[in-house]
């Protein structure tokens, strides 16, 4: 009889660590506004790569300098930041990339990562690990590369292997589809082969310069709606509904943004932004950046919200949707459509539970006084003050 697989047995621990830990960050998020959710940082805009639709990269930037880069988490743990985000350009080119994570996990942060894969070698992989790593993202934009990009699943199926053999933090592969992808079809190619190797995927949707929509063909649309259509942790279909299907329709979202206070991303030069594509607003140094600032940009209207397709601002969005406005917040996430109209919400039995244990009725009884024991107990066990 063949005893329990070692490798396997120290994933399984880790993975309930970090799923306790994720638990924390959403609990937390829902008790109080007043800090950031997530952070975007960017400890290297140079990559090795030149994606003719990114410009989020340049070719000649020197990596920040890693005592910078500690000090920055530091700031960002004293605004109360659950999870940090690492991307570039190509972070892996960072020669103290290990010691960041490292850091960010030792202020009690979730510690993320955005690449494109092409660094990743079984010893890297071995080396996120022992730093702590939590999650990494891997993009890959087409089966065969071309002139739009060198992203290509010919190219980046050994790293994925590699990834399935080694690692030991969540991964997830990121497909896109728009106006410069070459054949859309790859976009499904790409998430059959994630789920096939046991990884989650999910589609993006290329926007231009600003981070709007640039509005997806009939043929794109139906690739997305097969994307969208695999199996899915229910957090990532809730995205999908709430804001990606109007945008495949080239319809607009209504939301309210939080970039700024709940979604920070914070560039090579240390000034905070809204995102990627609002680089220059507010462009406040972090050293100065406080709570006055955070609930200021909580309250911001911004303009560009309507065709937004950055993934990450609307996920935290969707937080705060939720702690304000619950039960709305769960018609727009499970719609149910009678006549073209959204009428109730169709939960998950998972969904329905943990409403009737922490949402309190619409009128006042027993249940208000249960579902305020459990909302104690539960912010009790995760260590939520």
């Given at each position: 009889?063949?005893g329990?697989?070692?490798?396997?047995?120290?994933?399984?621990?880790l993975?309930?660590?970090?799923?306790?830990?994720?638990?924390?960050?959403?609990?937390?998020?829902?008790?109080?506004?007043?800090?950031?959710?997530?952070?975007?940082?960017?400890?290297?805009?140079?990559?090795?790569?030149?994606?003719?639709?990114?410009?989020?990269?340049?070719?000649?930037?020197?990596?920040?300098?890693?005592?910078?880069?500690?000090?920055?988490?530091?700031?960002?743990?004293?605004?109360?930041?659950?999870?940090?985000?690492?991307?570039?350009?190509?972070?892996?080119?960072?020669?103290?990339?290990?010691?960041?994570?490292?850091?960010?996990?030792?202020q009690?942060?979730?510690?993320?990562?955005?690449?494109?894969?092409?660094?990743?070698?079984?010893?890297?992989?071995?080396?996120?690990?022992?730093?702590g790593?939590?999650?990494?993202?891997?993009?890959?934009?087409?089966?065969?590369?071309?002139?739009?990009?060198?992203?290509?699943?010919?190219?980046?199926?050994?790293?994925l292997q590699?990834?399935?053999?080694?690692?030991?933090?969540?991964?997830?592969?990121?497909?896109?589809?728009?106006?410069?992808?070459?054949?859309?079809?790859?976009?499904?190619?790409?998430?059959?082969?994630?789920?096939?190797?046991?990884?989650?995927?999910?589609?993006?949707?290329?926007?231009?310069?600003?981070?709007?929509?640039?509005?997806?063909?009939?043929?794109?649309?139906?690739?997305?709606?097969?994307?969208?259509?695999?199996?899915?942790?229910?957090?990532?279909?809730?995205?999908?509904?709430r804001?990606?299907?109007?945008?495949?329709?080239?319809?607009?979202?209504?939301?309210?943004?939080?970039?700024?206070?709940?979604?920070?991303?914070?560039?090579?030069?240390?000034?905070?932004?809204?995102?990627?594509?609002?680089?220059?607003?507010?462009?406040?140094?972090?050293?100065?950046?406080?709570?006055?600032?955070?609930?200021?940009?909580?309250?911001?209207?911004?303009?560009?919200?309507?065709?937004?397709?950055?993934?990450?601002?609307q996920?935290?969005?969707?937080?705060?949707e939720?702690?304000?406005?619950?039960?709305?917040?769960?018609?727009?996430?499970?719609?149910?459509?009678?006549?073209?109209?959204?009428?109730?919400?169709?939960?998950?039995?998972?969904?329905?539970?943990?409403?009737?244990?922490?949402?309190?009725?619409?009128?006042?009884?027993?249940?208000?006084?249960l579902?305020?024991i459990?909302?104690?107990a539960?912010?009790?066990?995760?260590?939520?003050?």
């Amino acid at each position: 009889m063949s005893g329990l697989n070692p490798i396997r047995l120290k994933r399984r621990i880790l993975t309930f660590d970090r799923r306790i830990r994720e638990a924390r960050m959403v609990a937390k998020a829902l008790k109080s506004r007043h800090h950031p959710i997530l952070a975007h940082v960017i400890p290297m805009r140079r990559c090795n790569l030149s994606c003719t639709y990114c410009n989020e990269y340049d070719d000649f930037s020197k990596p920040v300098p890693a005592a910078l880069m500690k000090h920055r988490i530091e700031l960002l743990g004293a605004l109360g930041t659950s999870t940090v985000t690492l991307s570039g350009g190509e972070p892996l080119l960072h020669p103290q990339l290990d010691e960041i994570i490292h850091c960010i996990r030792g202020q009690g942060m979730l510690a993320d990562l955005i690449t494109n894969g092409y660094l990743l070698t079984p010893e890297r992989i071995l080396k996120l690990n022992h730093a702590g790593l939590d999650h990494l993202q891997i993009s890959i934009d087409n089966v065969l590369p071309d002139e739009v990009s060198k992203k290509s699943l010919r190219v980046l199926d050994r790293k994925l292997q590699w990834l399935a053999e080694y690692a030991e933090f969540d991964v997830n592969v990121n497909s896109v589809l728009g106006s410069t992808i070459r054949n859309p079809d790859d976009a499904l190619t790409i998430a059959c082969r994630a789920r096939e190797i046991g990884f989650q995927s999910t589609v993006g949707l290329i926007h231009d310069g600003s981070g709007q929509l640039r509005q997806l063909d009939e043929h794109q649309r139906t690739i997305f709606r097969a994307i969208s259509n695999l199996p899915t942790p229910f957090y990532n279909s809730v995205l999908y509904r709430r804001f990606y299907e109007n945008l495949a329709q080239g319809r607009p979202n209504d939301w309210h943004c939080r970039a700024g206070s709940r979604y920070l991303y914070i560039c090579e030069d240390g000034l905070v932004h809204y995102c990627s594509q609002q680089r220059g607003y507010p462009g406040i140094p972090l050293e100065e950046y406080t709570r006055v600032n955070l609930d200021h940009e909580y309250h911001t209207v911004k303009s560009c919200a309507p065709y937004c397709t950055i993934p990450c601002v609307q996920r935290v969005a969707m937080v705060d949707e939720f702690r304000e406005r619950p039960r709305e917040a769960l018609v727009r996430f499970f719609p149910v459509y009678e006549r073209g109209e959204k009428t109730s919400s169709d939960l998950p039995t998972a969904i329905r539970l943990l409403t009737w244990l922490f949402l309190p009725p619409n009128q006042h009884n027993w249940r208000h006084r249960l579902t305020g024991i459990f909302t104690r107990a539960a912010l009790l066990c995760l260590r939520i003050k």
